[in-house]
């Protein structure tokens, strides 16, 4: 599964801020322009640092978005109340702006476009970050994968990608989306908008003996639950990848 | 909070400055109770001094990552043998 | 130093004070974790001082709160760079509760709940510098902040004040503790910055 590859050595580059796309009200896409690049496979993550004007630095990872793509690099940030770095990134940077990433890194949480398993995705908030990336290079490389994602967000205005996830999911074939919600209005009549449980990951993800790869991404107690959800219905344990954000992530 | 961890997963920028290869997709085992597993898969408190990756079956430490400014110390006591993998030298 | 990014001030107070070398004023109090909060019950809390041959001393919850407690205001300096000015806790002085026992050793190792250790010479522990404090902001300690009861010890940087403490041990020999043996500085006096080995 994971090739090991000869890298170079890490070093921090300067990443330019190129154009910035509004995903909802507390989430944004920063399209960053990094040179010399070397790619990366979807899944990963960048360490992202910032630097303050007497040297104080603050450092976090982000995941990236984008299907490889040259020298464009696509990071999608959730503001955190109180946080020290994602409400600069949320709410001050514009384009032209710099600031310092590494990588891209990270060889576990990564789906292989040549695996033509089938794979579900489930994301809690901003953990459809590093899933976006799989489902959009699975387009771009034309993979027949099957792919299922279960996305919850607190309400749907909440959710970042839907727009582009709705469209994906009519004109990708193979690729199935559901949504679910954690805080819906108590009017909601729809028991399959509900908090995602065993009976949700039943119906819309994959069965057990079909040997799914599954990735889960989000909060830290997000992705506690669902994966030993996945592992009590019978999922392998060594199929069910993990990406946890830490107790915010979304 | 008890959730305040995230996965060795998180820890593959500051372990890929120290090392060659990717650290995270190694497999090294529990000292304290035999685990076997990813270091991606470790356990990682890193609001405190240092990075501490904890085993997920047992708790116990495996190791510890210390960033100063010009040097790095990294303690793997509680991890028996780490198995790597290499790319083909051919 | 890396390029500046514009307008990034980060989690950080402006007010102009005396710190020590490196720090930054914080007006919250940021709680750092090197593993899960331990949850300790008061029922089975002990807290013991071990000599260099082995003679102990323990109190349980009821028998600490009956020593004499101290008042006590101080500043917190964190070796992660933030610092905290004006705390205010309540606790036992370590003269109070090293006062009994008959010992020539120079050193201490203290070990917490959860199994965090760090290590501190004794004198630094006498003369009024340092507590086990059970109180802070007039309220019981809470588990994040260490509680039940956790060292102070605030003329060193912070990790020497281990939270949930649970005993000291008193060494012939110097032992590093949880950090001391993976690069940080044996002795960490936040005004000479001794953060690392070799500061
Ligand atoms: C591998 C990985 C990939 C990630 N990918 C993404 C991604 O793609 N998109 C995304 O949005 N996020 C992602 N994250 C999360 C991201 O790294 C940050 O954790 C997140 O942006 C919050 O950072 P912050 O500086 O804004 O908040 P922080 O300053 O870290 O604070 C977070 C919260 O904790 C509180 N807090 C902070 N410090 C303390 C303290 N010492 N004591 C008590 N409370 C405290 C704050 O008040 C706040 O509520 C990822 C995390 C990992 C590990
Ligand atoms: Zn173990």
Not at chain 1, 115 to 128: I, M, Q, W, Y
Not at chain 3, 99 to 128: H, I, K, M
Not at chain 3, 150 to 163: G, I
Request: glycine letters at 12%; aromatic letters at 8%; a negative charge.
């Amino acid at each position: 599964m994971a090739r090991a590859a000869v890298l170079g050595r890490l070093s921090w580059r300067v990443a330019d801020v190129v154009d910035i796309v509004e995903e909802t009200s507390t989430a944004r896409s920063l399209i960053l322009d990094v040179p010399d690049w070397p790619g990366h496979r979807p899944g990963q993550h960048v360490d992202l640092r910032l630097t303050a004007e007497d040297g104080y630095t603050a450092q976090r990872s982000y995941s990236i978005s984008s299907a490889p793509d040259g020298g464009r690099v696509e990071l999608t940030v959730q503001r955190v109340e109180d946080g020290e770095v994602s409400p600069y990134l949320v709410d001050v940077v514009e384009p032209g702006d710099r600031f310092e990433v590494r990588g891209p890194v990270g060889g576990y949480f990564v789906w292989d476009p040549d695996d033509p398993a089938p794979v579900l995705l489930v994301a809690g908030g901003s953990g459809v970050v590093p899933l976006m990336a799989m489902i959009r290079t699975r387009a771009a490389r034309g993979s027949p994968a099957p792919f299922r994602l279960i996305y919850s967000s607190r309400t749907p205005g909440t959710g970042v990608y839907r727009q582009e996830l709705r469209v994906r999911a009519e004109s990708n074939p193979g690729l199935e989306v559901a949504f679910a919600f954690t805080r819906v209005p108590s009017t909601a009549t729809d028991a399959g908008r509900r908090r995602v449980g065993t009976d949700r990951l039943r119906e819309s993800g994959w069965p057990p003996d079909l040997g799914p790869t599954c990735f889960v991404c989000g909060p830290t107690g997000f992705v506690e639950s669902i994966s030993r959800l996945l592992v009590d219905a019978g999922h392998d344990p060594a199929r069910v990848l993990t990406e946890r954000f830490g107790p915010t992530g979304g | 909070m008890s959730d305040t961890w995230v996965d060795g997963n998180g820890l593959a920028g500051a372990l890929r400055e120290l090392f060659a290869v990717d650290i995270t997709t190694a497999r090294g085992t529990c000292v304290g109770c035999g685990t076997v597993g990813p270091v991606a898969g470790a356990r990682v408190y890193t609001r405190a001094p240092g990075v501490v990756a904890r085993c997920p079956g047992c708790g116990g430490v495996l190791f510890r990552l210390v960033r100063g400014p010009d040097r790095a110390w990294l303690d793997l006591r509680g991890v028996t043998c780490l198995e790597i993998q290499v790319p083909d030298s051919g | 130093m890396g390029i500046v990014s514009r307008g990034f001030g980060g989690r950080r107070s402006s007010r102009a004070v005396n710190l020590p070398p490196g720090q930054y004023l914080v007006e919250d109090f940021p709680v750092l974790s090197a593993g899960p909060t331990p949850l300790v019950n008061l029922g089975s809390w002990t807290f013991t001082v071990r000599s260099e041959t082995g003679e102990a001393q323990e109190w349980n919850w009821a028998q600490f709160l009956a020593l004499p407690h101290e008042s006590i205001t101080v500043d917190l300096h964190c070796v992660t760079k933030w610092s905290k000015l004006g705390t205010a806790w309540e606790g036992v002085s370590l003269d109070t509760l090293l006062s009994d026992v008959a010992s020539s050793a120079e050193f201490v190792l203290v070990s917490a709940y959860g199994g965090y250790t760090t290590n501190l010479p004794l004198e630094d522990l006498l003369d009024g510098k340092a507590w086990v404090a059970d109180r802070y902001d007039g309220e019981a300690l809470s588990p994040e902040h260490g509680g039940p009861a956790r060292l102070l010890v605030p003329h060193l940087y912070l990790w020497k004040s281990a939270k949930w403490v649970r005993d000291i041990q008193l060494l012939n020999n110097d032992e590093p503790g949880f950090w001391e043996s993976v690069g940080y500085h044996n002795y960490g006096d936040p005004w000479r910055e001794q953060r690392y080995w070799g500061d």
